[in-house]
């Protein structure tokens, strides 16, 4: 799959997942991306080759940095428990793009 796109769907309204991630890196895409089916597409580009160690760690750290925000949203009412599940696994992967130079996650309403 080297240099290419993968399309796929999640129903569930999620975003790209972890196993996405390792997925698009292991297959060397060019890009991934999920429609959700509820008017939202998320999409990962991959510019760079990635190393597959730090990817797991920078994902770890985004995971426990988006956690500590989300639970703090939801302590001071900004978020219900159903709107922070939903914005949960979006802002893993805003921070995720983050880290990790050559890497751009986008959400696009359809």
Not at 83 to 94: G, P
């Amino acid at each position: 799959m080297n240099g290419k796109a993968l399309i796929h769907n999640h129903p569930s309204g999620q975003t790209l997942s972890f196993e996405d991630v390792l997925l698009a890196i292991r297959g060397e895409l060019k890009e991934i991306v999920a429609f959700s089916g509820k008017g939202t597409y998320f999409k990962l580009i991959i510019k760079d080759k990635l190393d597959i160690n730090d990817i797991r760690i920078q994902y770890a750290q985004a995971k426990k940095e988006a956690a500590s925000v989300i639970n703090t949203l939801v302590s001071k009412g900004v978020f219900t428990k159903e709107q922070a599940d939903l914005e949960y696994k979006h802002f893993i992967m805003s921070l995720f793009s983050q880290k990790i130079k050559g890497v751009r996650y986008e959400q696009t309403q359809y």
